[in-house]
Every structure is written in structure tokens, then in C-alpha cells.
């Protein structure tokens, strides 16, 4: 089976690494000079970083066996992280049950109503069952507390989904707590983090090195124009041009293919899929984002000694400072120290369509809140990296929302972030969606192919 993957991120080079190790031939066409998407690098400070920050959890089961698998282990670390808390112009740890005890913008009866409510989430195992008819605000207001609501819980939702905040499901914040919890020693120890040692961009490294050797072909560069569908089924892709990472000649502008698995944005997807029926249509334009940008500073001084210091004051225009270097010693870095501004907005919002240079005149003040011994002198180097597609908006009963990863197009699938559920996005889920749908499309190659019944009558 020949099969035509769109989209060069985590979940595409999955795909086609799968769908090698089951002795089929993929090909991936990446519109980007770049590989990678939302785990994409650059250069900095003498080595690799995620354009987006990243780490991992000790859940995260698929992308450690991708990482064994690639011969990558002894690149992973396992480091105590840090977490904080930005409220009334202070800044909180966050790590241990004293450190609640501690957080005096809420009343002591209220501290201890939090961490029951985080104790008694971590212990839920059917998030779903439980909780997909209700909204995050409504559950938290009521079990929470109003306070606690107030001070803690709602300006982070409102950091991640703007104002879209009060439709977002309580599974997700579920599932966003479960998986915190899950990643601390002995429940609310100190939490342990993932992280890769010159970046995960090693991952996409290794897996492009694995899918040339097993036949497949990897494009950068290249803009796949539309799907092209024959007698009812996914035929093909049509292309503007093409060159390999090796730089290789042009190719022809269609390469066909026994079936065509997407893994970009719904809207994206959309344009490439004009023969899609109606209903499924629908079901894609109803699933919507939330644009993320980071605004990455290198430093020559430390701005907190936190990891991840989310930001509980409305009046700052980011949700979080993650300062990696508080996770990978600065030594890795030439002796910099890396900050990532991140914030999460709708595409229409003016920060979105800002320059790095006007971003970082808006942020300033801020960072001088955050430490007043902050100077713009500081400042070495910086970058601002933005995607439309940075988070899917989970509503309620999203169970039910869910595009098919099978479209109604035979031989045409789809597999993005908005089909990760109960989880939140991210690479480990970006790879079991990958081995799903490579399953799902060789199941259905076997069915209706005559090679495939042959293949399957041998068996």
C-alpha cells in the first residue's frame, strides 16, 4: 500500500513510520521548509529548541517507546520540576501541600478546599462518564468554591481560552489534573518531568532517518493543493511543487496513492478536501482553536528560579513564563537563560498579528512585575513563534463532536488534535492517534483491495 501523508509534524512521521514497520511505502508532504509543526526547533545558544515548549510526563508511554525504539534513551532525563503561582503581585511555589498552605490570596478554609477538590480529581478514573455534561466553570464554582474559582481557577482558563472560557468541558480540566497529579512522586510530591537533551527534534531526526531507510520518502516544502478523489475514493495528491530534503530534482505535481492520511487543521484540511459530504464538513468547521504564540527570550540573568510559573493576574497579556532553564541547566545553553512568554488568544486578537519587536514593548512592564530587578539590558537575543491551530476549544459532550478519523471518502483519513480525547494534545497522543489511524487504514486497505485479500487468504 502506497499511502500519501499530509503534514510533517510528530503525527505525520508516525504515521509514515508505522505504516514502514508494516511493510508499506508512505510519503510526506510537509508545506513548511521545516519539519516538526508544533514541536518544531531552532537554533539557539549553541543547540536545538522546541519553538513551543515542551516536556513530557511519566504517562506518556507512546513517546518513551518511540524514544527507546529510536535509540534515543539515554538522552531522556527525568528532572524534578517547579511549578508557581502569579497572583496580587507575588510570586508562589506551587509544588507540595505546604505550599498551598501558603497561598494566602485565598482564606485557609479555601486553601484546604483546593487541595481536597485537586486530591479528589487525581482519583477520578472516567472523566467522561463523569464529568462531559458539565462546563469547567460550572464544576468549579460549585465543588471549588467561588473563591477559589475567582483566584485561582479562572483566570487560567481564561489565560488558555479567552472567551471561550465558560464553554470549555469539565473533562478536560480533568484530564488536565490527572495528568499533573500523575506526574508527582507519591501523588502531591514534587512533580517530575520529560525532556530530551538537545531537544525532541531528535525524535523527528531519527523517525525521518528510520521511514527513508524502510522505502518512504519525506518532502519539505512542499504545498499539497488538494486531494485528489477517483471513482468515490481518495486517488492521490496534487501538489505545487516538490523537492526532497536532499534536494532532489522536482517531482511530478500528483503522486498517487492507495489511500491519504491528514494530519493538519481542520480548516487546512478542509481546503484540500472540497468533496467532503456536508454533515462531516459541518462536524470540522464546528471544532474551533485557540491561536497559541510564545515570545522566547534569552537571558543573561535568571527572571524566577520556577520552571512553570502560570500567571493569575488578568492585567498581564500572558498566561504563563516558562523559564527552561530551570528545568535544563543554563551550562546547556552557553550559560543563557531561556524564557518563553506563552500566551493563547483568538486569531483576531492584536497581539496575534504583532511583530516580535511591538510584543515585546507590551510585555515589558509585565516581566518587571513579575521581578522588579527585571531590565530590558537583560535581554540578549529574542524570537516569536505563532500557530492558528495551538489549541482545540473542548467543549462539552465532546464525546459526540469528534470528527471520524475515517472521512466519508473511502481511502481518506484524518488525524489531528481536535480527535485527541479525553487527553489534551501533545506528542504522545499526536503518536497513539498515528498508530490508530495506520491500523484503521491498513484494516480497511486489507478489506477492499484485491492484494489485500490475497494477503489477508495467506495468512
Same mark, same amino acid.
Given at each position: 500500500?502506497?499511502?500519501?501523508?499530509?503534514?510533517?509534524?510528530?503525527?505525520?512521521?508516525?504515521?509514515?513510520?508505522?505504516?514502514?514497520?508494516?511493510?508499506?511505502e508512505?510519503?510526506?508532504?510537509?508545506?513548511?521548509?521545516?519539519?516538526?509543526?508544533?514541536?518544531?526547533?531552532f537554533?539557539?545558544?549553541?543547540?536545538?529548541?522546541?519553538?513551543?515548549?515542551?516536556?513530557?510526563?511519566?504517562?506518556?508511554?507512546?513517546?518513551?517507546?518511540?524514544?527507546?525504539?529510536?535509540?534515543?534513551?539515554?538522552?531522556?532525563?527525568?528532572?524534578a520540576?517547579?511549578?508557581?503561582?502569579?497572583?496580587?503581585?507575588?510570586?508562589?511555589?506551587?509544588v507540595?501541600?505546604?505550599?498551598?498552605?501558603?497561598?494566602?490570596?485565598?482564606?485557609?478554609p479555601?486553601?484546604?478546599?483546593?487541595?481536597?477538590?485537586?486530591?479528589?480529581?487525581?482519583?477520578?478514573?472516567?472523566?467522561?462518564? #463523569?464529568?462531559?455534561?458539565?462546563?469547567?466553570?460550572?464544576?468549579?464554582?460549585?465543588?471549588?468554591?467561588?473563591?477559589?474559582?475567582?483566584?485561582?481557577?479562572?483566570?487560567?482558563?481564561?489565560?488558555?481560552?479567552?472567551?471561550?472560557?465558560?464553554?470549555?468541558?469539565?473533562?478536560?480540566?480533568?484530564?488536565?489534573?490527572?495528568?499533573?497529579?500523575?506526574?508527582r512522586?507519591?501523588?502531591m510530591?514534587?512533580?517530575?518531568?520529560?525532556?530530551?537533551?538537545?531537544?525532541?527534534?531528535?525524535?523527528?531526526?531519527?523517525?525521518?532517518?528510520?521511514?527513508?531507510?524502510?522505502?518512504?520518502?519525506?518532502?519539505?516544502?512542499?504545498?499539497?493543493? #488538494?486531494?485528489v478523489?477517483?471513482?468515490?475514493?481518495?486517488?492521490?495528491?496534487?501538489?505545487?511543487?516538490?523537492?526532497?530534503?536532499?534536494?532532489?530534482?522536482?517531482?511530478?505535481?500528483?503522486?498517487? %496513492?492507495?489511500?491519504?492520511?491528514?494530519?493538519?487543521?481542520?480548516?487546512?484540511?478542509l481546503?484540500?478536501?472540497?468533496?467532503?459530504?456536508?454533515?462531516?464538513?459541518?462536524r470540522?468547521?464546528?471544532?474551533?482553536?485557540?491561536?497559541?504564540? %510564545?515570545?522566547?527570550?534569552v537571558?543573561?540573568?535568571?527572571?524566577?528560579?520556577?520552571?512553570?510559573?502560570?500567571?493569575?493576574?488578568?492585567?498581564?497579556?500572558?498566561?504563563?513564563?516558562?523559564?527552561?532553564?530551570?528545568?535544563? $541547566?543554563?551550562?546547556?545553553?552557553q550559560?543563557?537563560?531561556?524564557?518563553?512568554?506563552?500566551?493563547?488568544?483568538?486569531?483576531?486578537?492584536?497581539?496575534?498579528?504583532?511583530?516580535?519587536?511591538?510584543?515585546?514593548?507590551?510585555?515589558?512592564?509585565?516581566?518587571?512585575?513579575?521581578?522588579?530587578?527585571?531590565? #530590558?539590558?537583560?535581554?540578549?537575543?529574542?524570537?516569536?513563534?505563532?500557530d492558528?491551530?495551538?489549541?482545540?476549544?473542548?467543549?462539552?459532550?465532546?464525546?459526540?463532536?469528534?470528527?471520524?478519523?475515517?472521512? $466519508?471518502?473511502?481511502?481518506?483519513?484524518?488525524?489531528?488534535?481536535?480527535?485527541?480525547?479525553?487527553?489534551?494534545?501533545?506528542?504522545?497522543?499526536?503518536?497513539?492517534?498515528?498508530?490508530?489511524?495506520?491500523?484503521? %487504514?491498513?484494516?480497511?486497505?486489507?478489506?477492499?483491495?484485491?492484494?489485500?485479500?490475497?494477503? #489477508?487468504?495467506?495468512?
Amino acid at each position: 500500500m502506497r499511502v500519501g501523508i499530509i503534514g510533517g509534524g510528530i503525527g505525520g512521521l508516525a504515521a509514515a513510520y508505522e505504516l514502514g514497520k508494516r511493510g508499506h511505502e508512505a510519503m510526506v508532504f510537509e508545506a513548511a521548509p521545516q519539519l516538526g509543526g508544533l514541536a518544531g526547533t531552532f537554533e539557539v545558544a549553541g543547540t536545538r529548541l522546541e519553538k513551543f515548549y515542551k516536556h513530557i510526563f511519566v504517562s506518556d508511554t507512546d513517546i518513551i517507546e518511540y524514544i527507546h525504539d529510536l535509540g534515543l534513551a539515554d538522552r531522556l532525563q527525568w528532572i524534578a520540576s517547579s511549578v508557581g503561582y502569579f497572583s496580587r503581585g507575588k510570586v508562589y511555589n506551587f509544588v507540595t501541600p505546604l505550599d498551598l498552605l501558603r497561598f494566602d490570596p485565598i482564606s485557609l478554609p479555601d486553601r484546604i478546599r483546593l487541595g481536597v477538590v485537586s486530591l479528589y480529581l487525581q482519583r477520578q478514573a472516567d472523566g467522561i462518564a #463523569r464529568y462531559e455534561g458539565v462546563t469547567a466553570a460550572e464544576w468549579l464554582r460549585r465543588y471549588a468554591g467561588e473563591r477559589n474559582y475567582a483566584v485561582v481557577w479562572e483566570p487560567l482558563l481564561r489565560g488558555k481560552f479567552g472567551d471561550s472560557a465558560p464553554e470549555v468541558g469539565m473533562t478536560w480540566f480533568w484530564g488536565k489534573m490527572r495528568l499533573r497529579f500523575g506526574s508527582r512522586d507519591k501523588g502531591m510530591g514534587r512533580e517530575r518531568l520529560g525532556y530530551l537533551l538537545d531537544s525532541f527534534g531528535q525524535i523527528q531526526d531519527a523517525l525521518v532517518e528510520r521511514v527513508t531507510r524502510q522505502g518512504s520518502r519525506v518532502f519539505t516544502g512542499v504545498r499539497v493543493r #488538494r486531494v485528489v478523489v477517483t471513482g468515490g475514493r481518495a486517488a492521490g495528491l496534487e501538489v505545487d511543487h516538490a523537492g526532497d530534503r536532499a534536494g532532489a530534482p522536482p517531482a511530478p505535481s500528483r503522486y498517487p %496513492c492507495d489511500a491519504v492520511i491528514a494530519t493538519v487543521p481542520s480548516p487546512v484540511f478542509l481546503r484540500l478536501a472540497p468533496d467532503l459530504p456536508t454533515a462531516y464538513t459541518e462536524r470540522l468547521q464546528g471544532r474551533r482553536y485557540q491561536a497559541v504564540m %510564545c515570545l522566547i527570550l534569552v537571558l543573561k540573568h535568571p527572571l524566577t528560579p520556577i520552571y512553570w510559573l502560570n500567571i493569575g493576574d488578568t492585567a498581564i497579556p500572558f498566561v504563563a513564563v516558562i523559564e527552561q532553564t530551570n528545568l535544563i $541547566p543554563p551550562e546547556h545553553y552557553q550559560g543563557k537563560h531561556i524564557v518563553y512568554l506563552s500566551n493563547y488568544l483568538a486569531p483576531d486578537q492584536p497581539l496575534y498579528g504583532m511583530d516580535a519587536d511591538h510584543l515585546l514593548e507590551v510585555y515589558l512592564p509585565h516581566l518587571q512585575k513579575i521581578n522588579p530587578a527585571f531590565r #530590558r539590558e537583560w535581554i540578549e537575543s529574542y524570537a516569536l513563534f505563532q500557530d492558528d491551530a495551538g489549541q482545540p476549544i473542548i467543549t462539552t459532550h465532546y464525546s459526540h463532536k469528534i470528527p471520524d478519523l475515517r472521512t $466519508p471518502v473511502p481511502g481518506l483519513y484524518l488525524a489531528n488534535t481536535t480527535q485527541i480525547y479525553p487527553e489534551d494534545r501533545g506528542q504522545n497522543y499526536s503518536i497513539r492517534l498515528a498508530r490508530r489511524v495506520v491500523a484503521m %487504514c491498513e484494516e480497511d486497505w486489507a478489506a477492499a483491495s484485491p492484494v489485500g485479500l490475497a494477503a #489477508r487468504g495467506q495468512e
